[in-house]
């Protein structure tokens, strides 16, 4: 396993853009599969982006507008969201694992969430 850092989240308008990060511990960083998901209040987590280890392959759940991306050479994993709505507002997770899947119990670790709020 790996442990997990998520960094980022705040508060923003409507129509606006925010960077997640994750920052994951130990050496191995480039041999997982990363992804991304979010949990709004009163819903389940549901995925939003998934990265693998090299970075040559990328799924997005559909209708987001989001860019996922990672540098493994500083261990971190980004979520560039752009044109933000209010129904983007939940925490948002990152997660480590080693297949490449858009099911959340197909990954191992998990960061501990940063909260995005788009206020209208």
């Known amino acids: 396993q790996v442990e997990l850092l998520e960094s980022g989240g705040g508060l923003v308008q409507s129509g606006g853009s925010l960077r997640l990060s994750c920052l994951a511990s130990?050496?191995?960083?480039?041999?997982?599969?990363m992804g991304w998901f979010r949990q709004a209040p009163g819903k389940e987590r549901e995925f939003v982006a998934a990265?693998?280890?090299?970075?040559?392959s990328r799924s997005y759940a559909d209708s987001v507008r989001f860019t996922i991306s990672r540098d493994n050479a500083k261990n971190t994993m980004y979520l560039q969201m752009n044109s933000l709505k209010p129904d983007d507002t939940a925490v948002y997770y990152c997660?480590?694992?080693?297949?490449?899947?858009?099911?959340?119990?197909?990954?191992?670790?998990w960061g501990k969430g940063t909260l995005v709020t788009v206020s209208s």
């Open positions: 130990g050496r191995t960083f480039s041999t997982f599969v």
């Open positions: 997660a480590a694992g080693v297949v490449f899947t858009r099911r959340a119990d197909g990954y191992d670790s």
């Open positions: 990265i693998s280890g090299s970075g040559g």
